[in-house]
């Protein structure tokens, strides 16, 4: 994971339940990572039998922002039983993280997830990176930072790659084919400062606009289907991780 601090993997053994796994996310995942940009790390634990079955129930979501060693870093996982309502709803950042392939802690667990993310795949899934767009968008209009643009460009391109493949690319280097000539200038210049402002680019907003509608029309004719069929499935997966006590079914 060439960028990347080297001791997050000390980071991910330091966590209080063990972990399904630990991927990272963000603009590394992206393709356009800055020298300054901080660090997500994403993942799943698995809550004991004892925290989920009685009165007191272990937490569902942990979270923690910090700095080590210069570097800003954002971690966030769920238990495994959340995670997974969360694949099966839609969510396109949960299968973004469970597919990521910046790996920093994996497990047999994690490697049913990744064998069954396939099956959670929905043209549904496109109203979620719509949605995502029009965030960032709106954000890109009232600070002109280059950041919030270049997101946009990325969940329009891997929103319009799922719904045409069913194949989930994240990282928009890989996807300059979607957009317009100038992603890759426009990338270069992220790598320079994490909240550096946008040139001025002619027809920024037509092009926004017109891949909009290119992500619209594949979402309506996408071969995926209407519903997740991998329910059953995962349940017997998380049955098999508690009982078990951690990340080995």
Same mark, same amino acid.
């Not at 570097?71 to 969510?91: G, I, P, Y």
């Not at 606009?209 to 499935?233: Q, Y």
């Given at each position: 994971?060439?960028?990347?601090?080297?001791?997050?993997?000390?980071?991910?053994?330091?966590?209080?339940?063990?972990?399904?796994?630990?991927?990272?996310?963000?603009?590394?995942?992206?393709?356009?990572?800055?020298?300054?940009?901080?660090?997500?790390? =994403?993942?799943?634990?698995?809550?004991?039998?004892?925290?989920?079955?009685?009165?007191?129930?272990?937490?569902?979501?942990?979270?923690?922002?910090?700095?080590?060693?210069?570097?800003?870093?954002?971690?966030?996982?769920?238990?495994?039983?959340?995670?997974? =309502?969360?694949?099966?709803?839609?969510?396109?950042?949960?299968?973004?993280?469970?597919?990521?392939?910046?790996?920093?802690?994996?497990?047999?667990?994690?490697?049913e997830l990744t064998a069954l993310a396939?099956?959670?795949?929905?043209?549904?899934?496109?109203?979620?990176?719509?949605?995502?767009?029009?965030?960032?968008?709106?954000?890109?209009?009232?600070?002109?930072?280059?950041?919030?643009?270049?997101?946009?460009?990325?969940?329009?391109?891997?929103?319009i790659h799922l719904m045409r493949t069913?194949?989930?690319?994240?990282?928009?280097? =890989?996807?300059?084919?979607?957009?317009?000539?100038?992603?890759?200038?426009?990338?270069?210049?992220?790598?320079?400062?994490?909240?550096?402002?946008?040139?001025?680019?002619?027809?920024?907003?037509?092009?926004?606009?017109?891949?909009?509608?290119?992500?619209?029309?594949?979402?309506?004719?996408?071969?995926?289907?209407?519903?997740?069929?991998?329910?059953?499935?995962l349940h017997d997966l998380v049955l098999?991780? =508690?009982?078990?006590?951690?990340?080995?079914?």
């Amino acid at each position: 994971m060439t960028g990347l601090p080297g001791f997050l993997g000390e980071v991910v053994a330091e966590q209080p339940y063990p972990l399904a796994f630990a991927t990272v996310s963000g603009a590394h995942l992206y393709g356009f990572p800055s020298a300054d940009s901080d660090v997500d790390l =994403r993942g799943a634990h698995v809550l004991p039998v004892a925290e989920v079955a009685g009165l007191r129930h272990g937490p569902e979501t942990l979270e923690r922002a910090w700095t080590r060693d210069g570097v800003e870093m954002d971690l966030v996982t769920h238990d495994l039983a959340k995670f997974c =309502r969360l694949l099966l709803s839609r969510n396109g950042y949960v299968l973004e993280q469970v597919l990521s392939p910046l790996v920093v802690a994996s497990s047999p667990v994690h490697e049913e997830l990744t064998a069954l993310a396939p099956g959670c795949v929905t043209r549904h899934h496109a109203h979620h990176y719509l949605g995502f767009a029009r965030t960032q968008w709106r954000l890109f209009t009232r600070t002109l930072e280059l950041k919030p643009l270049l997101y946009t460009f990325r969940v329009l391109a891997s929103g319009i790659h799922l719904m045409r493949t069913g194949e989930l690319v994240a990282d928009l280097t =890989r996807l300059y084919g979607y957009g317009p000539a100038y992603l890759p200038e426009l990338v270069a210049l992220k790598a320079e400062a994490e909240h550096g402002h946008s040139p001025s680019v002619l027809g920024l907003e037509a092009d926004v606009e017109r891949m909009t509608a290119e992500l619209e029309a594949a979402r309506d004719a996408s071969p995926l289907p209407e519903r997740a069929t991998a329910a059953d499935a995962l349940h017997d997966l998380v049955l098999r991780a =508690r009982l078990a006590g951690g990340v080995s079914p």
